[in-house]
């Protein structure tokens, strides 16, 4: 059974920074394609950052450079730094692994 348990999201101001972080359990973070997805208010969950069984990662255009994607395979957890953050990055963050399973999500809310 996989369970991933994101944890870190909270309030922060414009410019501010927070680091995401995703325990999984049932799944390898070195052997799946790991990730975390974004859902803002009123909006469709769509996916921000990747990380590849290689270690490849990839990153939506709306992030890329302030946003990277880690990973502890001794842990097995996968991160999210978060840097130079904006309101419109102000939603739920949920942990995907293996591009079908997903946390219950962490909410990250940043204040103009």
């Known amino acids: 059974q996989v369970q991933l348990v994101e944890s870190g999201g909270g309030l922060v101001q414009t410019g501010g920074s927070l680091t995401l972080s995703c325990a999984a359990s049932?799944?390898?973070?070195?052997?799946?394609?790991m990730g975390w997805d974004r859902q803002a208010p009123g909006n469709q969950r769509k996916w921000v950052a990747r990380?590849?069984?290689?270690?490849?990662?990839i990153y939506d255009d709306s992030v890329k450079g302030r946003f990277t994607i880690s990973r502890d395979i001794a842990k097995n957890t996968v991160y999210l730094q978060m840097n130079s953050l904006e309101p419109e990055d102000t939603g739920i963050y949920y942990c995907?692994?293996?591009?079908?399973?997903w946390g219950q999500g962490t909410q990250v809310t940043v204040s103009s």
């Open positions: 995907n692994g293996g591009l079908t399973n």
């Open positions: 049932g799944i390898g973070v070195s052997e799946n394609m």
């Open positions: 990380i590849s069984s290689g270690g490849y990662t």
